[in-house]
């Protein structure tokens, strides 16, 4: 099927689904979808809980869509944080926090276009690469708080140290990964041109 | 708030890594702190894109149409049971939209009313049970089992659901029961003539029944 709001920003589409456009927001799933399935299992380590916080999270933004501030960033954020927090939510009711490899799967995108899926391969690759720059304790707190789903002080007493130095990593890192990101030349988003 | 206690808050609140209470009172301190937000802007771009680093997975084809088919149960058609329901059912937000239909009545409940979706058309079914107030809620070959006024299950024991088809029993998940209203994702296919049932057994499950079920649905 064609995607009849393919040349409209993330915000643009973000705005229509706030008037009840259901095509908005099959737009932002088939854009959004398949990061938000990745993160959610990468957290849960569950095919179905992660499906469950993918769908809570498209209903959220479906609610919420009215209430989004462009002026406090981007809409991919807002919808990636939305999905993030659900997963977390969820990875904390159900105590799965393990730290057990992740079974395979397939890395392909239903719904993707071979550019939609280049982006995506080319985004995963730069914030790998910006994560590895990080300094290990930097990249190991912010990997286990944003991953894993720990609290900092489920943190400070998983890695044996002050909370005070858990949050500071946290904050270094977090700022150095945004120097590191925003350091070289990208597109915002693969669908505005 | 004088000192930086609260300031110190943004990368972890941003990484969602702050108990409850912590983020609410960081919430309320976001408000009043300009400083706060613009540096909260920041900090959640870099933790957003960290989304795009987890392994790739391909969501399963259904995952769409079950979002589409919830959203356009909450919306234009805004069932009053549908808020409450809600409130309710913290999981499973969709399901239970769905599910919502399914209780206030509407046994057979098609959803291609608006086809401009093709893709997204997904016809949902409520089939009831015997033993309990409550129906299951099928959609394509997954589905939900919602159940009404059902007492939580004792101390060391569990309810389980489970899928039996030509008289053999799968189970498809435990609950505790409890609640005015609750939804089960039922963790196994749901093919066409099955029966869902629901057994008490010892905490944690069984893998087969052990005693005749109490919650019976009709052949899906």
Same mark, same amino acid.
């Given at each position: 099927?064609?995607? &009849?709001?393919?040349?409209? %920003?993330?915000?643009?589409?973000?705005?229509?689904?706030?008037?009840?456009?259901?095509?908005?927001?099959?737009?932002?799933?088939?854009?959004?979808? $398949?990061?938000?399935?990745?993160?959610?299992?990468?957290?849960?380590?569950?095919?179905?809980?992660?499906?469950?916080?993918?769908?809570?999270?498209?209903? &959220?933004?479906?609610?919420?869509?009215?209430?989004?501030? =462009?002026?406090?960033?981007?809409?991919?954020?807002?919808?990636?944080?939305?999905?993030?927090?659900?997963?977390?939510?969820?990875?904390?009711?159900?105590?799965?926090?393990?730290?057990?490899?992740?079974?395979? %799967?397939? =890395?392909?995108?239903?719904?993707?276009? &071979?550019?939609?899926?280049?982006?995506?391969?080319?985004?995963?690759?730069?914030?790998?690469?910006?994560?590895?720059?990080?300094?290990?304790?930097?990249?190991?707190?912010?990997?286990?708080?944003?991953? $894993? $789903?720990?609290?900092?002080?489920?943190?400070?007493?998983?890695?044996?140290? =002050?909370? $005070?130095?858990?949050?500071?990593?946290?904050?270094?890192?977090?700022?150095?990964?945004?120097?590191?990101?925003?350091?070289?030349?990208?597109?915002?988003? =693969?669908?505005?041109? | 708030?004088?000192?930086?206690?609260?300031?110190?808050?943004?990368?972890?609140?941003?990484?969602?890594?702050?108990?409850? !209470?912590?983020?609410?009172?960081?919430?309320?301190?976001?408000?009043?702190? +300009?400083?706060?937000? !613009?540096?909260?802007?920041?900090?959640?771009?870099?933790?957003?894109?960290?989304?795009?680093?987890?392994?790739?997975?391909?969501?399963?084809? +259904?995952?769409?149409?079950?979002?589409?088919?919830?959203?356009?149960?909450?919306?234009?058609?805004?069932?009053?049971?549908?808020?409450?329901?809600?409130?309710?059912?913290?999981?499973?937000?969709?399901?239970?939209?769905?599910?919502?239909?399914?209780?206030?009545?509407?046994?057979?409940?098609?959803?291609?009313?608006?086809?401009?979706?093709?893709?997204?058309?997904?016809?949902?079914?409520?089939?009831?049970?015997?033993?309990?107030?409550?129906?299951?809620?099928?959609?394509?070959?997954?589905?939900?089992?919602?159940?009404?006024?059902?007492?939580?299950?004792?101390?060391?024991?569990?309810?389980?659901?489970?899928?039996? +088809?030509?008289?053999?029993?799968?189970?498809?998940?435990?609950?505790?029961?409890?609640?005015?209203?609750?939804?089960?994702?039922?963790?196994?296919?749901?093919?066409?003539?099955?029966?869902?049932?629901?057994?008490?057994?010892?905490?944690?499950?069984?893998?087969?029944?052990?005693?005749?079920?109490?919650?019976?649905?009709?052949?899906?």
């Amino acid at each position: 099927m064609p995607r &009849a709001l393919a040349h409209l %920003s993330d915000e643009a589409v973000v705005a229509l689904c706030a008037r009840s456009d259901e095509v908005a927001l099959a737009e932002l799933y088939d854009r959004f979808g $398949g990061v938000a399935y990745g993160l959610a299992r990468r957290i849960l380590r569950d095919d179905l809980l992660a499906e469950d916080a993918v769908q809570e999270a498209f209903l &959220a933004i479906w609610r919420g869509a009215a209430r989004f501030v =462009p002026e406090r960033g981007k809409a991919s954020t807002w919808i990636l944080t939305l999905v993030h927090r659900r997963a977390v939510d969820l990875v904390r009711r159900e105590q799965r926090r393990a730290v057990e490899a992740l079974p395979e %799967s397939v =890395p392909d995108l239903t719904t993707a276009t &071979a550019e939609d899926e280049l982006w995506l391969r080319l985004e995963r690759e730069r914030v790998q690469a910006a994560l590895a720059k990080l300094p290990d304790q930097q990249r190991e707190a912010i990997e286990l708080a944003y991953y $894993g $789903g720990f609290t900092q002080s489920e943190l400070a007493e998983r890695l044996g140290e =002050p909370l $005070g130095t858990i949050k500071s990593r946290m904050f270094t890192g977090l700022a150095r990964l945004r120097e590191l990101l925003e350091g070289e030349a990208w597109a915002t988003t =693969p669908f505005t041109t | 708030m004088g000192d930086d206690a609260v300031h110190d808050l943004t990368a972890a609140y941003a990484l969602d890594a702050l108990e409850l !209470e912590e983020a609410r009172g960081y919430e309320e301190h976001l408000a009043g702190c +300009e400083r706060c937000r !613009e540096e909260l802007v920041a900090l959640q771009g870099a933790a957003g894109a960290l989304a795009y680093a987890a392994p790739p997975a391909r969501p399963p084809g +259904e995952l769409r149409g079950r979002i589409l088919a919830a959203a356009r149960a909450e919306r234009p058609n805004d069932l009053r049971s549908l808020r409450t329901y809600r409130r309710r059912t913290a999981g499973f937000a969709a399901v239970a939209a769905v599910a919502a239909c399914a209780v206030v009545g509407l046994a057979a409940w098609n959803v291609s009313l608006h086809n401009r979706l093709d893709r997204a058309q997904v016809a949902l079914r409520g089939v009831p049970l015997t033993g309990a107030k409550g129906s299951v809620v099928v959609s394509g070959g997954s589905g939900a089992l919602v159940v009404s006024d059902l007492a939580p299950a004792p101390a060391g024991k569990t309810y389980e659901a489970w899928v039996v +088809e030509d008289g053999r029993a799968s189970p498809a998940g435990t609950f505790a029961g409890g609640g005015r209203t609750i939804v089960i994702r039922l963790r196994r296919a749901l093919p066409a003539g099955a029966v869902v049932a629901v057994t008490l057994e010892r905490a944690g499950g069984a893998p087969q029944p052990t005693q005749k079920p109490f919650i019976t649905s009709a052949p899906l």
